[in-house]
């Protein structure tokens, strides 16, 4: 199989692939200051950002399990999950006694359960071999069932200024999330090339028997990767939330499992496992969200906007596989 | 006359008794609601509970053969969803048209996806999830997203909610004669056996020649074609092509295939056990509607993903123990 020579590769060609994206980015960049309409404006540009952090934020955790060969297709029902914990607990009659400790556990309890989600799915896959696919699609569903049980359905508003600074804040006139996603970014770089766990974590993508034989905790390495995927998505879905100021168990992160896997994809990560290219991540979320803002703002409709996206994911990994033969 | 080659039954029993759980627990759930209520067993809830999960034997069928390959459909939701559409289209002229119509526009979507798969190579679930997009941007287009009602006044309705023979509904007739059909194919054809040594080993089933590319363009072009007729059934059952259904399609079918004791790696599976894994689904949710009238519980319809999703955790569950065991008697 070709996946046993797949080691992981020294950065020369990963260069080569962001180049690609960075192409793709300028060109993108280049059509929309010629074509759309109030493009080089700062609103432009702070509407796009606070969009693109949640993109940006599950791509990075989808470039983890991406990277350990698997794939993860439940962060848009973590999202719903958690984004519909967090209204729940600071309107819960706790919540509203003690404020401050309301929005407290309305961060910290879903980032939990989101985590918890994703043991459950590394451990499905690491324990009992099952695809991740399928592990996965477990969660995929009944996730954003148990969180439209949890709400009954109903539309969450809410106005609290102090959780919504998660989704409208800003830090040197530039959007919270925007600053949070980096801060993610330059914190997982330095997990995936300064640590020992960084390089497990690409040893077992590369060739899992391998790096279980020279004595790697193939397992563990796994698990932690879906657990980090689960809980980038929790904050995620924490953020639309906050954006929103209302919680919606149906829309919260539809279909985003599409975008992430799109975006890991664009920036570079191997499909087969071994490669966590985390800025690539980064790139590829602002390339998707570009393409949609320049079908958005050119009056394209949504739903021919959804079929450009499926070309992307395409193009893109028939690419990738033509560079590896 | 024996012929070792022929097909005999005893083996077949043997070879699939991982699958002959779920006709047990088929027949127990059965029994259950009959004993337990009343109008369980009345004609009325016999044939509309047939009629309703005809479509989803269809994809299920479908998706059987593609998960025996090793790869996975997860687009039929989505073309069930472009198909009715079609289908509410052609209505006008008939279910003649119509239904020849919905499965090849089913079938068009199944052979993008082993185009995308056999000759583009990229990984069965993204090419898939790309033609879900796809189909599902596809539908809202024609659609205009909207339902499109179909004509009443042809016999397109007919297919979807009358009887043959004032039995059974046309559409399980229909079901039944392609589950056969497939069976045959699977127990009897070369390109059956292709499907089966594909799923255990893709590398050596070329190197002995068999015609790989082949049996996988036949499999993603047989699912896309189930989903069309399971559209068509959609539209034809409920009146309207329906671009938003399909949601979770995907998973169901997989479910139901998992039930019936097709093994996800591929390379083993069963076309009766599938249709039992998909009656499986259906009945459970069939009871708890019937608990839901006696008032003993109250589920609202969220309900339905989180049960859904528990179901095929309990039967991965069960295939990881058989393939390890499988595993154990093998070394």
């Known amino acids: 199989m070709e996946q046993s020579v797949n080691v992981p590769k020294p950065a020369t060609r990963p260069n080569i692939r962001l180049h690609g994206g960075l192409l793709a980015l300028f060109i993108l960049l280049l059509f929309n200051a010629l074509v759309t309409p109030n493009f080089l404006q700062l609103q432009t540009l702070f509407v796009n950002i606070s969009q693109v952090a949640t993109i940006a934020i599950v791509a990075m955790g989808m470039t983890l399990v991406i990277a350990t060969g698997g794939i993860d297709l439940s962060v848009g029902a973590i999202m719903a999950l958690a984004g519909a914990l967090a209204p729940l607990i600071f309107l819960s009659d706790f919540g509203i006694a003690y404020p401050a400790l309301g929005v407290a556990a309305a961060f910290i309890l879903p980032l939990f359960v989101a985590a918890i989600c994703g043991l459950f799915n590394g451990a499905m896959i690491a324990f009992l071999g099952v695809q991740p696919i399928i592990a996965t699609l477990i969660l995929f569903i009944s996730g954003r069932g148990i969180a439209q049980v949890l709400t009954n359905g109903n539309l969450q508003t809410f106005s609290n200024p102090s959780f919504s600074y998660l989704g409208t804040g800003k830090i040197l006139g530039l959007p919270f999330q925007g600053w949070l996603a980096l801060a993610i970014a330059c914190v997982l770089f330095w997990g995936v090339t300064r640590t020992i766990w960084g390089r497990y974590l690409l040893a077992v993508g590369g060739n899992e028997k391998a790096a279980y034989l020279s004595g790697g905790p193939v397992k563990r390495v796994k698990i932690g990767a879906y657990v980090i995927c689960a809980i980038l998505s929790g904050i995620a879905g924490l953020i639309v939330v906050a954006i929103n100021s209302a919680s919606d168990a149906a829309r919260n992160g539809n279909l985003m499992e599409l975008d992430a896997i799109a975006a890991a994809v664009v920036g570079g990560a191997l499909l087969q496992g071994g490669r966590a290219p985390i800025f690539g991540a980064i790139l590829g979320a602002v390339i998707i969200q570009l393409v949609k803002y320049t079908l958005l703002a050119n009056g394209v409709e949504d739903e021919v906007a959804l079929i450009a996206k499926a070309l992307i994911i395409v193009a893109a990994v028939w690419l990738q596989q033509r560079r590896k033969v | ?331």
């Open chain 2, 1 to 331: 006359m024996l012929n070792e080659d022929a097909f005999d039954l005893r083996r077949y029993i043997q070879r699939n008794s991982a699958s002959a759980t779920v006709w047990a627990v088929l027949v127990l759930l059965i029994s259950f609601g009959l004993m337990r209520y009343e109008n369980f067993g009345s004609a009325y809830n016999i044939t509309s509970f047939l009629n309703y999960n005809a479509m989803f034997i269809a994809i299920s069928l479908g998706m059987c053969f593609v998960i025996m390959t090793g790869g996975i459909d997860l687009s039929v939701g989505s073309v069930a969803a472009f198909t009715s559409v079609i289908a509410a289209y052609l209505s006008p002229y008939g279910i003649q048209i119509a239904l020849p119509g919905a499965i090849i526009a089913g079938c068009a979507f199944g052979a993008l996806n082993a185009f995308f798969i056999i000759v583009m190579k990229i990984p069965p679930f993204i090419a898939t999830l790309a033609t879900m997009l796809g189909a599902k941007g596809g539908a809202l287009v024609i659609s205009g997203a909207q339902t499109i009602s179909v004509d009443w006044s042809s016999n397109f309705t007919k297919l979807g909610m009358e009887k043959a023979a004032g039995i059974l509904p046309w559409t399980i007739v229909i079901v039944i004669i392609l589950a056969v059909a497939l069976w045959i194919v699977l127990e009897c054809t070369s390109i059956g056996r292709t499907v089966l040594a594909i799923g255990g080993s893709e590398d050596a089933s070329a190197l002995m020649g068999l015609k790989v590319n082949r049996a996988k363009a036949f499999v993603y072009i047989l699912s896309g074609g189930c989903a069309g007729l399971a559209g068509l059934f959609l539209a034809s059952g409920f009146g309207a092509g329906q671009p938003l259904e399909g949601i979770g399609w995907e998973l169901s079918a997989i479910a139901a295939v998992v039930v019936g004791g097709t093994l996800l790696t591929g390379g083993m599976g069963s076309v009766p056990a599938t249709v039992a894994g998909a009656l499986l689904l259906g009945l459970v949710f069939n009871i708890l509607n019937f608990e839901n009238g006696r008032g003993t519980i109250s589920f609202s319809a969220y309900w339905q993903m989180v049960i859904r999703g528990g179901f095929l955790f309990v039967v991965i569950l069960f295939q990881a123990q058989i393939m390890s065991r499988q595993k154990q008697v093998r070394s």
